[in-house]
């Protein structure tokens, strides 16, 4: 007896997604954008370039991506993948510091398109489509008077973001963003649709994990609804520097204040009840290469830091507080007041065009601009928020502070800052390596943390420590792919960053699912919050085959 030869699992494949595409092509409206990665070149090449997403250090090839235009859509495109037994991703902002957005041989889902904005004229409720833009959202919302709790990044999308959270520049004011998620509709496991809504102060269950208990876990978001504030009448953003980097000499510091002075008063600003027009803020600290073999010394060591500040008031009440609390004690410095916004001003229509991207980023254009390097008639275009590749990791500090029971966390954070793992040199070639430090406490959560209904778990925390390595963005320098000398150097940038993660820093503790390591323990995202939003998950989500399933989803 012949047997015939079985099938390999190529064509076994090849198999479902002919069928996968076939039901698409039958269901699916013919305006649909579909793109596959096989085929003539020139659509392999297109694939290629639909498939890169935020972090350029990473890079996936799905099998197909839809760009679905409404609900339907993803109704089709989730039942047809699922029914033909095909992993799914589902991409919004593309922002997953992980990739986990997005993958190889799966189907992805992109809900960009899907950037829809209707502001309910009495409860002021935005029903949001998952795929929009702060860029474009905040714009819109301000036009209209009102603001939900937004990011720094302009090209950041609002679904992913959300259910991360949500830290922003308003987060001491008016919390993380998950706080003021009223509903949501969401694709279950088996196909259906569900509508969530808070109704009478009660939050749904399966509604509450979507309040920053990560993104996908439970389902496929279609529409977010969110409560928006009254926009203040007027608003100001501000820099004030401290330790300048001298403009020929990008590794080099005009070392003025030292390091932790500056930091105690940041965060004393951050703690004191007396600061509420400080709306929200973090605190920008430049890692230093230290090969010295000396210990260092936190009373006299210098980095250049940067705090960033949104202040609700005019230029002349925010001159006084930098006066009042930054003068004495920490000059030099230099202030940078930026123009004037909110709901007083005509230019609204411009809120998100350039959101606070510097706040996370160092931007190469700007180092190469001071040094005369860029090319003749180019314009400067700060990079703050274009793609780049990077890697981040992340920890929050405890209610007490890093000097708390004797232990002085100050010590170990700055020992992590100064490392022989960051070299001359780094800044010039477009590498960078540092710290922000994003304020949690404030009026918000001093006042709520026992009463907010959500999943976020560290609403008790003074600030995150967020780790930062990013590199290369000329165009001359993609241009020459790995014949680029940052290459020699990335490595050891990339050591610091795991390094970090694992210094023993007191004081601190968890991490910050936005800012996501795949090394760190999907539970210590989630801490006292973990074990329910299992149960959540397992109850409600419909998915017995967890196919809302990334290295850092629940379960």
Same mark, same amino acid.
């Given at each position: 007896? $012949?047997?015939?030869?079985?099938? /390999?699992?190529?064509?076994?494949?090849?198999?479902?997604?002919?069928?996968?595409?076939?039901?698409?092509?039958?269901?699916?409206?013919?305006? $649909?954008?579909?793109?596959?990665?096989? *085929?003539?070149?020139?659509?392999?090449?297109?694939?290629?370039?639909?498939?890169?997403? &935020?972090?350029?250090?990473?890079?996936?090839?799905?099998?197909?991506?839809?760009?679905?235009?409404?609900?339907?859509?993803?109704? $089709?495109?989730?039942?047809?993948?699922? +029914?033909?037994?095909?992993?799914?991703?589902?991409?919004?902002?593309?922002?997953?510091?992980? *990739?986990?957005?997005?993958?190889?041989?799966?189907?992805?889902?992109?809900?960009?398109?899907?950037?829809?904005?209707?502001?309910?004229?009495?409860?002021? $409720?935005?029903?949001? *489509? !998952?795929?929009?833009?702060?860029?474009?959202?905040?714009? =819109?919302?301000? @036009?209209?008077?009102?603001?939900?709790?937004?990011?720094?990044?302009?090209?950041?999308?609002?679904?992913?973001?959300?259910?991360?959270? *949500?830290?922003? !520049? #308003?987060?001491?004011?008016?919390?993380?963003?998950?706080?003021?998620?009223?509903?949501?509709?969401?694709?279950?496991?088996?196909?259906?649709?569900?509508?969530?809504?808070?109704?009478?102060?009660?939050?749904?269950?399966?509604?509450?994990?979507?309040?920053?208990?990560? +993104?996908?876990?439970?389902?496929?978001?279609?529409?977010?609804?969110?409560?928006?504030?009254?926009?203040?009448?007027?608003?100001?953003?501000?820099? %004030?520097?401290?330790?300048?980097? @001298?403009?020929?000499?990008?590794?080099?510091?005009?070392?003025? %204040?030292?390091?932790?002075?500056?930091?105690?008063?940041?965060?004393?600003?951050?703690?004191?009840?007396?600061?509420?027009?400080?709306?929200?803020?973090?605190?920008?600290?430049?890692?230093?290469?230290?090969?010295?073999?000396?210990?260092?010394?936190?009373?006299?060591?210098?980095?250049?830091?940067?705090?960033?500040?949104? #202040?609700?008031?005019?230029?002349?009440?925010?001159?006084?507080?930098?006066?009042?609390?930054?003068?004495?004690?920490?000059?030099?410095?230099?202030?940078?007041?930026?123009?004037? /916004?909110?709901?007083?001003?005509?230019?609204?229509?411009?809120?998100?065009?350039?959101?606070?991207?510097?706040?996370?980023?160092?931007?190469?254009?700007?180092?190469?601009?001071?040094?005369?390097?860029?090319?003749?008639?180019?314009?400067?275009?700060?990079?703050?928020?274009? !793609?780049?590749?990077?890697?981040?990791?992340?920890?929050? %500090?405890?209610?007490?502070?890093?000097?708390?029971?004797?232990?002085?966390?100050?010590?170990?954070? &700055?020992?992590?800052?100064?490392?022989?793992?960051?070299?001359?040199?780094?800044?010039?070639?477009?590498?960078?390596?540092? %710290?922000?430090?994003?304020?949690?406490?404030?009026?918000?959560?001093?006042?709520?943390?026992?009463?907010?209904?959500?999943?976020?778990?560290?609403?008790? =925390?003074?600030?995150?420590?967020?780790?930062?390595?990013?590199?290369?963005?000329?165009?001359?320098?993609?241009?020459?792919?790995?014949?680029?000398?940052?290459?020699?150097?990335?490595?050891?940038?990339?050591? #610091?960053?795991?390094?970090?993660?694992?210094?023993?820093?007191?004081?601190?503790?968890?991490?910050?699912?936005?800012?996501?390591?795949?090394?760190?323990?999907?539970? /210590?995202?989630?801490?006292?919050?973990? @074990?329910?939003?299992?149960?959540?998950?397992?109850?409600?989500? =419909?998915?017995?085959?967890?196919?809302?399933?990334?290295?850092?989803?629940?379960?």
């Amino acid at each position: 007896m $012949i047997q015939e030869p079985l099938h /390999t699992v190529s064509e076994l494949l090849k198999d479902n997604i002919d069928a996968f595409l076939k039901e698409l092509n039958s269901h699916l409206p013919s305006n $649909i954008t579909i793109s596959t990665n096989w *085929g003539e070149l020139d659509n392999v090449y297109k694939h290629n370039k639909n498939s890169q997403i &935020f972090n350029r250090r990473l890079q996936y090839n799905p099998f197909v991506i839809v760009y679905c235009e409404n609900e339907s859509d993803v109704v $089709i495109t989730y039942k047809a993948a699922i +029914g033909n037994k095909l992993p799914i991703r589902v991409r919004a902002g593309g922002h997953d510091h992980e *990739g986990e957005c997005t993958g190889t041989n799966v189907v992805l889902i992109d809900v960009s398109k899907m950037a829809s904005l209707t502001i309910d004229p009495i409860t002021k $409720i935005a029903s949001i *489509g !998952p795929g929009i833009r702060f860029q474009t959202l905040t714009s =819109k919302l301000a @036009e209209q008077d009102v603001m939900i709790p937004h990011g720094t990044c302009a090209t950041v999308g609002i679904a992913g973001f959300t259910m991360g959270g *949500g830290w922003g !520049p #308003w987060t001491r004011k008016m919390g993380m963003c998950c706080e003021h998620l009223v509903g949501a509709n969401i694709l279950l496991g088996d196909g259906t649709l569900q509508k969530l809504d808070v109704k009478n102060g009660s939050v749904p269950e399966l509604l509450w994990a979507l309040r920053g208990g990560g +993104g996908m876990s439970y389902g496929i978001i279609t529409e977010l609804r969110i409560q928006t504030f009254i926009l203040p009448a007027v608003l100001h953003r501000f820099e %004030v520097e401290w330790n300048c980097y @001298e403009d020929k000499e990008p590794d080099t510091l005009k070392e003025e %204040v030292p390091t932790i002075r500056i930091l105690q008063k940041w965060e004393e600003l951050i703690e004191s009840p007396n600061t509420s027009n400080l709306i929200g803020t973090n605190l920008k600290i430049n890692g230093r290469p230290w090969d010295t073999g000396e210990p260092v010394n936190i009373n006299t060591v210098y980095n250049n830091c940067v705090f960033y500040g949104y #202040w609700e008031g005019d230029e002349n009440s925010l001159c006084k507080f930098i006066d009042k609390y930054l003068k004495e004690k920490v000059s030099p410095y230099t202030l940078t007041i930026e123009p004037a /916004t909110g709901a007083d001003y005509a230019h609204k229509n411009q809120y998100g065009s350039h959101l606070m991207g510097n706040w996370d980023r160092e931007s190469h254009n700007k180092v190469l601009n001071k040094l005369g390097l860029l090319r003749e008639g180019a314009p400067l275009q700060p990079d703050y928020d274009m !793609p780049a590749p990077h890697k981040i990791t992340s920890r929050l %500090v405890n209610t007490d502070g890093l000097d708390a029971q004797g232990k002085n966390g100050y010590k170990a954070l &700055f020992e992590s800052l100064f490392s022989n793992l960051i070299l001359d040199g780094n800044r010039k070639l477009g590498l960078f390596t540092y %710290v922000t430090l994003g304020a949690i406490v404030g009026d918000y959560y001093m006042k709520n943390a026992e009463n907010t209904d959500s999943a976020f778990p560290y609403k008790d =925390k003074l600030y995150t420590i967020q780790y930062q390595c990013w590199w290369n963005m000329k165009k001359e320098e993609k241009e020459e792919f790995q014949d680029n000398f940052v290459y020699d150097r990335t490595n050891r940038s990339l050591d #610091w960053i795991e390094t970090s993660r694992d210094f023993d820093i007191p004081n601190t503790s968890g991490a910050f699912i936005s800012f996501k390591d795949s090394s760190i323990p999907t539970k /210590t995202y989630f801490d006292k919050s973990y @074990e329910r939003l299992k149960e959540i998950k397992e109850t409600y989500s =419909k998915d017995p085959y967890n196919h809302f399933r990334t290295r850092k989803t629940i379960i």
